[in-house]
C-alpha cells in the first residue's frame, strides 16, 4: 500500500539555525500539507500545498517557514532561524480529492 | 471557527471490553468527519471518516456514525484488544485542513 515518507524521524538543532524537514506524498497525489504536534497538545494544520503554490497557511506558518517542491517527489518544509518553540513533531500529508489526508510517521524536531 | 471536542483521557479497557470516545464538533455546515489512530512511535493513521448525516464509517471493528442532530462522531468497538493501545484523534475538514481535537488515550489491558 502507497504511503506517506518522511526524513529524517528525529532531527535536533541550535536555536537560530536552517532545517529543512523531507516528505516524499503518495505518488498520484496533488495536494500536500504540513501540520504540526507541540508535545502534550493538539495537531495544528500549518499550510497546504497545490500545484506548486501555498493554498493555505495558519497563523503559525509566518515568515521564518516555507516550502517547496523541488522536484517531482518531494516536499519540504523549510524553517529559517529556529526557536525553542519550534520543537514539535512534524506531520506531511497528501490528498488526492484535498479531503482525505495520509499522513506519513512524522519528524521529531528538538531546538535546543 | 470550527471546532472538535474529546474526552479527556486516558481511557482504561480490560480486554474484550466495549468502547465509546466521544466526540462533539462545531462547523459551518456538514463538513467530512474523521477518526484517525497514532500507535505508539507511529504517525497519524486514518481509520475511518463518515462524510455525510447518518454515514456510517466503519474500519477494524471501529464503527462512527456521523449525527447531525448531536453534532457527535462517537467512536466505538464491541470488543477492544490489547493491540487497540493508542491515541484517537477525531477530526473534521474546514477550508481544506483538518481541524483536531485534542486525541484521546486508550489503554487496554489484558
Known amino acids: 500500500e502507497p504511503e506517506v515518507t518522511q526524513t529524517p524521524s528525529h532531527q535536533v538543532t541550535q536555536m537560530g539555525q536552517e532545517v529543512i524537514l523531507r516528505c516524499v506524498p503518495i505518488s498520484n497525489h496533488l495536494y500536500f500539507y504540513w501540520y504540526r504536534q507541540i508535545l502534550g497538545q493538539k495537531v495544528e494544520f500549518l499550510v497546504s500545498f497545490y500545484n506548486n503554490e501555498i493554498s493555505e497557511k495558519s497563523e503559525i506558518f509566518d515568515d521564518q517557514f516555507s516550502v517547496e517542491r523541488p522536484d517531482g517527489s518531494n516536499f519540504t518544509l523549510k524553517i529559517r532561524s529556529t526557536k525553542l518553540e519550534d520543537s514539535a513533531m512534524y506531520f506531511c500529508a497528501s490528498s488526492e480529492d484535498q479531503e482525505t489526508q495520509y499522513f506519513g510517521p512524522g519528524t521529531r524536531l528538538l531546538v535546543l | 471557527g470550527n471546532s472538535v471536542t474529546q474526552m479527556e483521557g486516558p481511557v482504561t479497557l480490560s480486554e474484550e471490553a466495549f468502547l465509546t470516545i466521544n466526540c462533539t464538533y462545531t462547523?459551518?455546515?456538514?463538513?467530512?468527519l474523521f477518526w484517525y489512530v497514532q500507535y505508539p512511535g507511529e504517525g497519524l493513521q486514518l481509520l475511518l471518516k463518515a462524510t455525510k448525516a447518518d454515514d456510517k464509517g466503519s474500519n477494524k471493528g471501529f464503527e462512527a456514525t456521523y449525527r447531525k442532530e448531536t453534532t457527535s462522531f462517537h467512536l466505538e468497538k464491541g470488543s477492544v484488544q490489547v493491540s487497540d493501545s493508542a491515541v484517537y484523534f477525531c477530526a473534521l475538514i474546514s477550508f481544506q485542513k483538518l481541524v483536531f481535537g485534542t486525541g484521546t488515550r486508550l489503554l487496554v489491558s489484558p
Open positions: 462547523a459551518t455546515g456538514y463538513p467530512s
